[in-house]
T-cell receptor
Framework: KAGVTQTPRYLIKTRGQQVTLSCSPI?????VSWYQQTPGQGLQFLFE???????NKGNFPGRFSGRQFSNSRSEMNVSTLELGDSALYLC??????????????FGEGSRLTVL | AQKITQTQPGMFVQEKEAVTLDCTYD???????LFWYKQPSSGEMIFLIY??????QNATEGRYSLNFQKARKSANLVISASQLGDSAMYFC?????????????FGTGTRLTIIP
């Protein structure tokens, strides 16, 4: 069973640009959630998609957006990049079956550097 | 109040010794899940072990076990016979339902260093 795949693994952008990150969940999983990890703020929840609908959203500005396709693959987009957006972006895949289910797996992350 | 508290920012442990990483949580929901992840320097978040709030027995996965004390709201990770490859950041996380939506909250992590 293939794991969670995130692309690209590394990327460098300049301020003002936009970026799109992709996440392919484990086959059969319908929930994809995104997290931002920085040394100062730790792991912060961005949003979660389930069956193509955004089900939950963290406290990030509107520059951060996402979507999910019918095959459960998800993309997140960050527009008008700022230096503070430099981070490791992690995607998590789960069946979406509720809080008391044990399946929650992460990809290797996309490390974004904004210059 | 912190939902997940990991009080040990860093730990140094001799190889082959057992190590306990502390985690306490705060929730009023009866249904929740507790996770431990390992994050090596490469960045990947590796799933280690899961404990459901209704599980009667403590979870075990190979060298990893979870010391679940529900009344104390404690979910400590125990690694037996530590190895050099265990050196990494370890995160405790809790998943709960918040107004119908799943919510996953992470602790600040513990950096474990295994000494040869």
């Amino acid at each position: 069973k293939a794991g969670v795949t995130q692309t690209p693994r590394y990327l460098i952008k300049t301020r003002g640009q936009q970026v799109t990150l992709s996440c392919s969940p484990i086959s059969g999983h319908r929930s994809v959630s995104w997290y931002q990890q920085t040394p100062g703020q730790g792991l912060q929840f961005l949003f979660e998609y389930f069956s193509e609908t955004q089900r939950n959203k963290g406290n990030f500005p509107g520059r951060f957006s996402g979507r999910q396709f019918s095959n459960s693959r998800s993309e997140m987009n960050v527009s008008t990049l700022e230096l503070g957006d430099s981070a490791l972006y992690l995607c998590a895949s789960s069946s979406g079956g509720g809080a008391n289910t044990g399946e929650l797996f992460f990809g290797e992350g996309s490390r974004l550097t904004v210059l | 109040a912190q939902k997940i508290t990991q009080t040990q920012p860093g730990m140094f442990v001799q190889e082959k010794e057992a190590v306990t990483l502390d985690c306490t949580y705060d929730t009023s929901d009866p249904s929740y899940g507790l996770f431990w992840y390992k994050q090596p320097s490469s960045g990947e978040m590796i799933f280690l072990i899961y404990q459901g709030s209704y599980d009667q027995q403590n979870a075990t996965e190979g060298r990893y076990s979870l010391n679940f004390q529900k009344a104390r709201k404690s979910a400590n990770l125990v690694i037996s016979a530590s190895q050099l490859g265990d050196s990494a950041m370890y995160f405790c996380a809790m998943r709960e339902i918040d107004f119908g939506n799943e919510k996953l909250t992470f602790g600040t992590g513990t950096r474990l260093t295994i000494i040869p």
